[in-house]
């Protein structure tokens, strides 16, 4: 797998997390990378991405409540979610994005929206 989700968790709605995405150097430097979830009984979606130079994209969903970045030092993507919602709910995942071809989907990382 060569893009690694992590930090997922349980947490209270209106509560936040930040996920992780780590890759290779050689795919950072040229691929946009997404965050991308799935919920039970439903398709996969893009929630955000973002390109090698920092453009950033967000579903509407989630857009006031998640912020993507990227640490160039660190060949990693962030997802910051704030305010929380049951909806949410989801396995969350990381690959490249926009024109670039998606690599092998890893595990994911789960988070669950629960009081």
């Known amino acids: 797998v060569q893009l690694q989700a992590s930090g997922g968790g349980l947490v209270q709605p209106g509560g936040s997390l930040r996920l992780s995405c780590a890759t290779s150097?050689?795919?950072?430097?040229?691929?946009?990378i997404g965050w991308y979830r799935q919920a039970p009984g439903k398709q996969r979606e893009l929630v955000a991405d973002i390109t090698t130079s920092g453009n950033t994209n967000y579903a509407d969903s989630v857009k006031g409540r998640f912020t993507i970045s990227r640490d160039n030092t660190k060949n990693t993507v962030y997802l910051q979610m704030d305010s929380l919602k049951f909806e949410d709910t989801a396995v969350y995942y990381c690959?490249?994005?926009?024109?670039?071809?998606?690599?092998?989907w890893g595990q994911g990382t789960l988070v669950t929206v629960s009081s």
């Open positions: 690959n490249a994005a926009r024109a670039f071809p998606r690599f092998e």
């Open positions: 150097g050689s795919i950072f430097a040229i691929a946009a």
